[in-house]
C-alpha cells in the first residue's frame, strides 16, 4: 500500500516565512529558484551520489545452472512487517535476467578485505566472475565465502523505473559475523569504517 502525504501536512515545527517571500501558498518569484520542470543531468546526481556512504554488496542468482552475480551498492530493506530487502538492477543486468527467470536471489554483504571480489563482480567478464571463487549454494542461490552477512530471498515483486529495475525480495534465510568490518564505498573508492 502506498500512502501519500498531503502537501499541507506538517510533521514538526512549522517556520515562520519572512514577509514577502514564499511561503507554502505562495510561489517564488520567477527566476529566483530551479525549475521543477527540468531535472538535473545525470553527471550531477552521479556527483550527488557521491556523497552518500554505502556499503558494498554482490547479489547472486543461477542461470542454466551456473553461478551468476554482479556487485550493487542500491541496496535496502524496506520494511520489517513483513520483512523485505530491495535491490536496485540495471534492465540490461544479466543478473536481473536469472533473478526474474529464478524467482529467487543471494544478498552478501562484503567485508573491508574484499574489495578485490567487490571489483571482479563489478567489472569482470559475467562468465568468469565465479571462477576460482569460494562459495557454497543454499536453495540453489551462490553464497559467497567470507561474507559478512548473507540473505537468501524470493522474490516478490518486480518494478520497472527508468533505466533500472526495483526487485524486491522476502528473505526466508540470512545470517550476519559478530565481527563486522564492512567494505564501505564514498566518494568513488573504498574507505575504512573508524569506530567512533
Avoid: K
Amino acid at each position: 500500500m502506498t500512502t501519500v502525504v498531503p502537501r499541507h501536512a506538517v510533521t514538526g515545527p512549522e517556520r515562520a516565512t519572512p514577509a514577502g517571500g514564499a511561503g507554502p501558498d505562495r510561489a517564488a518569484p520567477r527566476g529566483s529558484g530551479p525549475d521543477r520542470a527540468t531535472p538535473v543531468g545525470g553527471p550531477e546526481l552521479r556527483e550527488f551520489m557521491r556523497s552518500w556512504a554505502t556499503g558494498v554488496a554482490v547479489v547472486t542468482s543461477r542461470a542454466a545452472g551456473h553461478p551468476v552475480g554482479c556487485t550493487v551498492n542500491a541496496f535496502t530493506s524496506v520494511s520489517l512487517h513483513p520483512p523485505l530487502l530491495l535491490v536496485s538492477l540495471a534492465r540490461t543486468s544479466r543478473t536481473l535476467a536469472a533473478i526474474t527467470a529464478e524467482g529467487g536471489f543471494a544478498v552478501n554483504l562484503l567485508g573491508r578485505r574484499q574489495r578485490a571480489l567487490a571489483d571482479r563482480f563489478a567489472t569482470g567478464a559475467v562468465e568468469d566472475r565465479f571462477a576460482g571463487v569460494a562459495h557454497r549454494a543454499l536453495d540453489g542461490m551462490p553464497l559467497l565465502d567470507g561474507a559478512m552477512a548473507a540473505a537468501v530471498c524470493a522474490v516478490t515483486q518486480v518494478i520497472a523505473v527508468a533505466d533500472h529495475v526495483l526487485v524486491l525480495g522476502s528473505p526466508y534465510w540470512c545470517e550476519a559475523a559478530d565481527d563486522a568490518d564492512p567494505a564501505v564505498f564514498l566518494g568513488g573508492r573504498y574507505r575504512t569504517v573508524s569506530p567512533a
